[in-house]
């Protein structure tokens, strides 16, 4: 089973090291697959005042370093093709952002640098239409792919989870993950800022295993509170290794394990 896994975005030089020592003690006990997650720039903000992150080459240092210390591999987003280079030197998957995920370039870019790469499903995308992503990067030669299911617009405000997506992506043959937590945003509010139900997150978690997803996606934060992006989604950390039980039992028996 697969887990990427960790907070949202770098926010300082201390946290994110927190978090990665914490899911990496649990990943190893649980016997999971563990990708350390974290956004080195949040590039999709709604308001111009809202948290983007620190000076770029630092947060991507820290994320070579996360890797380094505690022998992890590490993952982060990419919104221009012109990233995916520089990027490739500091981490050991990409990510394309659900909003991006039909931009031609950033898939090719990012294809070309041998990298995996976790294309996740747009809020506008049918399951059956990401199989055009997933071309666009093997005609770079790289086979090397996943998808994450991340929940689908519903009028302006909601996200729904339909979970027939996973089974239905999982035919083209590439691993498909679930994203718990962006899943549960409820985006688009007046005030600009992006807010959400994390109660919901182990229904979504655990429901997407059931449906047969090959792991979980899900940001994870010390002070969900005080977070300075998806404050109202993150799950806390000191609930990740209850949350994580629960999800790889039900792995283990979907799967006949």
């Known amino acids: 089973m697969w887990l990427i896994a960790g907070p949202c975005v770098i926010e300082d030089d201390k946290m994110p090291f927190i ?3 914490k899911i990496k003690e649990i990943a190893n006990e649980l016997g999971i697959n ?22 770029r080459v630092t947060a991507l240092e820290i994320l070579k370093e996360i890797h380094n210390q505690y022998q992890i591999p590490v993952i982060t987003d990419v919104h221009e ?6 990027v490739a030197e500091y981490v050991d998957y990409l990510q394309i952002p659900a909003f991006l ?5 950033l898939l090719i870019s990012a294809g070309k640098t041998g990298k995996p790469i976790n294309i996740k499903k747009g809020q506008f995308m049918s399951p059956e239409s990401m199989q055009f992503a997933i071309e666009k990067v093997i005609k770079t030669g790289n086979d090397n792919i996943f998808l994450t299911e991340r929940g689908s617009m519903f009028g302006y405000y909601d996200l729904i989870v339909d979970m027939t ?4 992506m999982k ?12 899943s549960v945003q409820m985006p688009n509010r007046n005030d600009g800022v992006t807010h959400g139900q994390r109660d919901y997150v182990p229904t979504i978690a655990l429901a997407g295993i059931a449906a047969g997803a ?3 996606f899900m940001e994870i934060h010390p002070d969900p509170a005080k977070a300075l992006s998806d404050a109202e989604t993150q799950w806390p950390l000191d609930q990740a290794y209850d949350l994580l039980v629960k999800i790889k039992n039900i792995f283990l028996t979907i799967n006949n394990l």
């Open 101 to 105: 995920c039909r931009q031609t370039e």
């Open 171 to 182: 035919s083209f043959g590439y691993p498909v993950l679930i994203d718990a937590t962006h």
């Open 81 to 86: 093709s012109w990233e995916c280079e520089e």
């Open 165 to 168: 997506a996973i089974p239905r």
């Open 19 to 21: 978090v990665a020592k």
């Open 34 to 55: 563990f990708i350390f997650k974290s956004s080195y720039l949040k590039a999709n903000r709604s308001r111009i005042d809202s948290f983007t992150g620190i000076p």
């Open 214 to 216: 090959d792991g979980i």
